[in-house]
Nanobody
Framework: QVQVVETGGDLVQPGGSLRLSCVASGDTVGIYAMGWYRQAPGKQRELVAGFSGYRSTNYGDFVKGRFIISRDTAKNTVYLQMNSLLPEDTAVYLC?????????WGQGTQVTVSS
């Protein structure tokens, strides 16, 4: 089993920045990818950013250079630096961990962008 915990969500004004963190613990040996999705009320879950393979990263089309995903492999941690936040970025941000046994999800962290 893998436990996934996200932190860093908050209320921020439009144009502001946030940094989300996601830590995986437990059976971490089989982890091969980590990343972020988000889900807003009434909308489908969508990919924000993720690592695929050793070096490749994928971003949702809406990111448009505003977000950066990074990781500390030794700490089984992935970060999401979000800049130039917009009201439409308001959502629950969920971290996923791809493991040999399947995909694990965290509970999510709320990001609210509002003045």
């Amino acid at each position: 089993q893998v436990q996934v915990v996200e932190t860093g969500g908050d209320l921020v004004q439009p144009g502001g920045s946030l940094r989300l963190s996601c830590v995986a613990s437990g059976d971490t040996v089989g982890i091969y990818a980590m990343g972020w999705y988000r889900q807003a009320p009434g909308k489908q879950r969508e990919l924000v950013a993720g690592f695929s393979g050793y070096r490749s990263t994928n971003y949702g089309d809406f990111v448009k250079g505003r977000f950066i995903i990074s990781r500390d492999t030794a700490k089984n941690t992935v970060y999401l630096q979000m800049n130039s936040l917009l009201p439409e970025d308001t959502a629950v941000y969920l971290c996923y961990v791809d493991h040999n046994h399947g995909r694990y999800w965290g509970q999510g962290t709320q990001v609210t962008v509002s003045s």
